[in-house]
């Protein structure tokens, strides 16, 4: 699983800085998260391709998350695309995108398939056979989803040796990976467990920008391995979380901690600070381990 | 009148390239024409002022030429604007940008002002003590706009040693400069043209982008200073031009040495060719007086 940050600064872009948007890559997907100003750029810097894009999952309708979407979507249409793309989003994104194609006469050659979201409580909005994605209801001021993406546990590993020395033939080998245990031909029983490993664990990881403080997201994350969370100010702003339903790095890494996550990632910064070194600083007297997003940034996960 | 290039490129923002916008400083006006994406990132890098900003001409509703205006509109407000903000743009604009911000719950604190336009013949449609505004009928695959802004004729310039010469009163200064001829007291009549210059010739630059061919604009931009006339195609390409609606760097000439202007500024360029070097080598044969646009370049007019 990678993560690559496309953009992670609050408000507007700069010559420097970028909105909100990363691209999530897990078992062969690209999912690209948020789509601020400025996005499609970021994808041409960092060499992603455009045609591996085929989800795109929007937090909120502000526009340093969501202004990149409409010149995207047209930009697809110049690439010649012809598959679907499926877009996640509140509720009026394919009334705005809608009208935007109209009034340029742009229509789309490929099928835009919106999934427009509306639930105050999480919703389960993709799923195949390797990965899961569910919404993460926020507090922002305008109404707001954080994305829990998820691995499904894979089959179980194989033991060669072990399967070599009870001569189990292949023709078993599906159901074993599956983790039934088998009777051989003779009679005798096998455990599974004699037969393969564990699985390599199900990676996930939980996006949640934009919002204030919000305890009750504890349950839904907990034990993911790499929790986003944003931190637009610190602590010696923390009166001003209340107006603006942001959060600080000192409430991420608590949220963190509190849901036991592997890694705090910190973005989507105010550029009122002059290093964003302070976020990971006030983070980190709550919780060890803290890194920093930037645009740019790859995350191996 | 100075002109800064923000983007001058066809189709989607890259890297290095951007879509189409431009700053027209004109009698202390500067007008923003296009907003393509990435349009406030690139007033930031050309240190353009945002309060200096007050009026902004939308040709048409393509993403190339309008999708960095919402965007725009958002830093205005995260800026403190308080004053009015004029924007003048085809009939369509004002449901759009107004569904953006109602989506993200994000209305400014300054008004704005849509002056929408579905003429599709040439309108006044700002003027001044000092300036004009026009629209140029175009020819695109949507309506489209292309503006003619012309200085005002300014006041007559006082001959000092003349007035000194004729002991005319400071009371008369203000109608000689308007044109008037004197009498003075003793009852001797003096020509206007013995007390005065000529004012400074009044300025005029004509945006025509984007638009296929359309010999019958050559009238309305007849000796115009300053054109800017897309030129997306080369002539190799000619044959796109009919489906496009786009114009190659001959045709832009050939509108350019009908209309008389004395110079040519080309843009809008498609990224297909190697160098914009051609675009100017196939203009010249026809059009002497030829310049390229490219982003971040200044124009002196």
């Known amino acids: 699983m990678n993560l690559t940050i496309l953009g992670c600064y609050a408000a507007t872009p700069r010559t420097l800085t970028n909105p909100t948007s990363q691209v999530l890559e897990i078992k062969n997907h690209m999912f690209l998260i948020d789509c601020g100003e400025g ?11 455009f045609s591996r894009i085929n989800h795109i999952f929007i937090s909120h309708l502000h526009g340093d998350h969501f ?23 509140p509720k009026g994104i394919k009334e705005a995108i809608t009208l935007l194609l109209k009034l340029g006469d742009s229509w789309t050659n490929y099928l835009l398939v919106f999934h427009e979201l509306s639930s105050k409580k999480s919703e389960l909005i993709f799923e195949d056979d390797k990965v899961t994605v569910e919404t993460i209801p926020l507090n922002h001021r305008v109404y707001t989803n954080g994305f829990l993406f998820k691995e ?6 194989l033991n060669v040796d072990a399967v070599a020395k009870y001569k189990v033939d292949k023709a078993y080998f599906h159901n074993i990976k599956k983790g039934k245990n088998i009777i051989l031909d003779d009679g005798r029983k096998i455990e599974n ?63 963190a901690k509190n849901a036991n996550v592997k890694k705090l990632i910190l973005g989507h910064y105010s550029t009122r600070y002059k290093s964003i070194q302070l976020f990971k600083e006030e983070a980190i007297s709550v919780f060890e381990n803290v890194e920093l997003a930037d645009d740019g940034k790859l995350f191996n996960l």
Chains 1, 2 share one sequence.
Do not use: W
Not at 39 to 49: A, E, G, P
Not at 67 to 89: A, Q, W
Not at 152 to 157: A, D, I, N, S, Y
């Open 193 to 255: 467990k004699l037969l393969t490993f564990d699985p390599p664990a199900a990676k996930s990881y939980a996006f949640c920008s934009d919002t204030a403080y919000k305890p009750d997201i504890v349950p839904q994350i907990k034990n993911v391995d790499t929790l986003y969370h944003e931190s637009t100010f610190l602590e010696s702003e923390q009166h001003l979380t209340d107006r603006t339903k942001h959060a600080t790095a000192k409430e991420a890494a608590t949220i």
């Open 67 to 89: 202004f990149g979407l409409p010149g995207l979507i047209s930009t697809f249409r110049l690439l010649g695309r012809d598959k679907e793309m499926h877009i996640y989003g």
């Open 39 to 49: 996005t499609q750029v970021q994808l041409r810097k960092h060499k992603i391709k």
């Open 152 to 157: 499904k546990l894979g089959e179980r590993k």
